[in-house]
């Protein structure tokens, strides 16, 4: 069985679309990005783990198990200062299991009500699972904050409401894909990803 580095076709171990759509323009026309629905695998994996590489191994873990290729998965976590790092690993489902981005975004907003300090930061664990079970792991980090409203209608989950460093209060929802993924904590950790397909391409 050919291993990650020598496959073109990807499979990314998530259901969410808006996650795959920024991934494939991530990783550009060298690669196809396969989710899991279409792989027929609608197992959901129950992210039950202390930590966001505890998260990211176990989905890619089970995708890798279901398929029997190599695939890669991610867990994100917005890490609020002023609120003790909450989110955290539970912020898909901060304002519960139904994970609805709207209802996290009301919580947040409202725990985060008269507080001076609204720094803020994402952080993406990426977890790989070769073709031969080895494991590999690639961060990446994006600095900003919380605004005290909603802006812009762009992006997912909780893009209307972090402002990213260096973008003069704009929301990652008021920024285009391509802004995004320049300095997004998704993007970054998938550059890391990239960049190690490359290198292994060349050996």
Known sequence: MSN???MKEILFATHNRNKAREVAALLGDGYRVVTLDEKGIDKETEEDGETLKDNALKKAR????????????DDTGLIVDSLG????VMTARYAGEACDPDANIRKLLGEMEGKAD???RFKTIVALVEGDGKEHIFEGVCEGQITAVRQGNGGFGYDPVFAPEGY???TFA???MEEKNKISHRGRAMRALIE????RAEK
Do not use: N, Q, T, V
């Open 4 to 6: 990650f580095a020598d």
């Open 118 to 120: 609204r720094r803020a």
């Open 168 to 170: 003069e209060g704009k």
């Open 196 to 199: 190690w397909l490359r290198e």
């Open 174 to 176: 008021e920024l285009s």
């Open 62 to 73: 089970e995708a890798h198990e279901a398929s029997g290729i190599a695939c890669f998965a």
């Open 85 to 88: 790092g909450r989110p955290g």
